[in-house]
């Protein structure tokens, strides 16, 4: 009988990302100064001592100094998410208000998503009525994984969400792994079917979404996420799933930029463990590494 | 427990991924994940362990103290177990909120503990009727990853292992009484003999299986557990249900049997992880909180 269980201890390396850092950013502490010229305007992450004669710069937050002409702002390496009009997020609701439902989107405020916003079953545009408002915990209910739109955001940076086209809605099974916000890269498209049978969604706000193509394929003619699937998922197709949450986990423990070029690189670098190795140390570090150099290989044969 | 709240679709693939014994970071039901251990981290204790299990993080300090024997046990010390749920773990946790979880890990211990053949309680003893050892054990749940039942109990076995409880001399004083001297060495140390010390084994019952070491999530999911005491030749010393679901008498003798074997694995990996660690020289051992 082998012996499973493993202890041991504390590794004292650090996983570090040995990414080389562009040479015009700047990484900056709270409470330093950025620059000392007054003609800078202020931007997000950043704040001046009015009383003082000269008008130095601060940086309020730790982060990356990004300057666009003569604004000056600092993006944060590790922050709530900060909604933008068109996003897609993954959240789960909370809870469920008259008219409204209060989803959880990982960001300082609770997103907010109306009756309104959504499709009612079957496609039909009308006005919605009491016995709609009195319906609405049996579509989405507390507790519930739902894919959105942020359509707008207040001033107090609230988010209101909306699911008025049928690629969005609740989400079926499969897995859902959360990492920090500033490590999805900005992209066009966000909703990507990978080639090993597995569609991930990696939402701007941190929650990635996975589960299998074959389930998904109907989405696209679809239905909004009104029909609950409650087929049990096949052997491949979960241990895909499995293997692509455990590469994400890996990438993000690294600090790695997650799209979909480099979970499918650390995918296949991870084609040569078991699913349940890729949570050591020493096997998480060397896919990592397998997958920054392919990404670098990649960036040196294009630039 | 803080709960982790999920929705149904990911219930369903959670509980058919277990039908199917392969979880959803690809464990089979009955492995555990990654587990690092360290003992005397803490310097201002007798013995202390820290515990990583997965996301769960342990701390467990170890201090005796001279005490009065119980009225029924005059030869014999006692151990007493404190656990601490740290709001740095969840939000739930302030204030009150961590008690109910904080006294059902409490009282499990105290009951695997309480057993005879698990500890000598007579080497805990000084004078009859007049003093004896007091061993608190303190535990402070510094991060919720799930399973803090199995990871308080083996970061427990860790610091009994590594407590070393002052080398006393007794003397006759004046007027008949006995003196008590410590010695001047802190090196000094008598330590405990925690071979027979049990690790509890949390089996959870998600749909017609059973699984070990449940994450947050899976823990949602299930609607029953059992939690054993098992020592290191498998023997049982406390059984315990709990949740709020119902378990089939066969379903029980079935977990109960799969807890003595996972049991006798931890066990060893432990042991063998003790000896390597005491066998290691000072400066290399401490990587704490970097």
């Known amino acids: ?303 | 427990m803080a709960k982790a709240i999920l929705g149904d679709s990911e219930k369903w693939f959670i509980v058919h991924g277990v039908q199917d014994d392969f979880r959803t970071d690809g464990r089979s039901c009955e492995n555990y994940r990654h587990i690092e251990l360290e003992t005397g981290i803490l310097s201002n204790t007798h013995g202390s362990a820290r515990i990583r299990l997965g996301s769960s993080e342990l701390l467990v300090g170890v201090k005796v103290e001279l005490g009065t024997p119980k009225p029924q046990r005059i030869n014999e010390g006692w151990l007493e177990f404190h656990v601490d749920c740290s709001p740095n773990a969840h939000p739930v946790f302030q204030g009150r909120g961590g008690k109910e979880l904080s006294d059902n890990i409490c009282s499990m211990l105290t009951r695997v503990y309480r057993n005879n053949t698990v500890m000598d309680l007579e080497a805990l003893g000084v004078i009859p009727q007049k003093h004896c050892w007091v061993v608190h054990v303190d535990v402070l749940i510094l991060e919720c990853g799930g399973n803090l039942i199995d990871a308080a109990s083996i970061a427990v076995k860790a610091a009994l292992y590594n407590t070393g409880i002052p080398n006393i001399s007794l003397t006759d004083g004046d007027e008949g009484e006995v003196e008590i001297n410590l010695p001047d060495d802190p090196e000094d140390v008598k330590h405990l003999k925690t071979i027979n010390c049990p690790v509890l084994v949390t089996l959870s019952k998600i749909g017609n299986r059973h699984i070990v070491d449940a994450t947050d999530e899976e823990e949602c999911c299930c609607s029953a557990s059992l939690v054993m005491g098992v020592t290191r030749r498998g023997h049982t010393v406390g059984v315990r249900k709990m949740g709020g679901g119902s378990l089939d008498p066969e379903s029980v003798t079935e977990m109960i049997d799969s807890g003595k074997k996972i049991g006798r694995q931890l066990h060893i990996s432990l042991d063998k992880l003790l000896k390597i660690e005491a066998g290691m020289s000072e400066d290399i051992k401490q990587t704490g909180y970097l």
């Open chain 1, 1 to 303: 009988m082998n012996n499973s269980i493993v202890i041991r201890l504390p590794s004292k390396k650090r996983l570090n990302a040995q990414v080389p850092l562009s040479s015009n950013s700047f990484l900056i502490t709270p409470g330093s100064v950025i620059t000392e010229d007054a003609d800078y305007m202020r931007g997000h992450g950043t704040y001046t001592n009015d009383d003082e004669e000269d008008h130095k710069l601060y940086a309020s937050v730790a982060g990356v100094v990004e300057r666009i002409n003569k604004l000056v702002c600092v993006r944060a390496l590790k922050t709530r998410y900060n909604g933008e009009v068109g996003d897609i997020v993954v959240g789960r609701i909370k809870e469920v208000q008259q008219k409204r439902w209060k989803v959880e989107t990982n960001s300082r405020l609770d997103s907010v998503l109306h009756l309104s916003s959504v499709n009612l079953p079957g496609g039909e545009l009308r006005r919605r009525s009491a016995a709609d408002e009195l319906t609405m915990r049996e579509y989405l209910k507390e507790g519930d994984l739902i894919s959105a739109e942020v359509q707008q955001v207040h001033t107090d940076g609230m988010l209101s969400l909306h699911t008025r086209s049928l690629k969005y809605g609740k989400l079926g099974q499969g897995c859902c792994v959360t990492v920090s916000p500033s490590l999805i890269k900005r992209r066009k498209n966000h909703v990507h079917n990978l080639s090993c049978g597995v569609t991930i969604i990696l939402a701007n706000n941190g929650y990635i979404w996975i589960n299998s193509t074959a389930v998904d394929g109907t989405k696209t003619t679809g239905d909004g996420g009104f029909v609950v699937d409650t087929e049990p998922v096949q052997m491949d197709d979960r241990e895909a799933i499995c293997r692509v949450r455990n590469c994400i986990l890996c990438l993000s423990r690294s600090s790695v930029m997650l799209y979909d070029t480099s979970v499918l690189y650390a995918y296949e670098a991870s084609l040569q463990y078991q699913v349940k190795e890729l949570l050591l140390d020493e096997i998480a570090t060397e896919i990592v590494d397998q997958t920054l150099s392919l990404l670098e290989r990649e960036s040196s044969g294009n630039g």
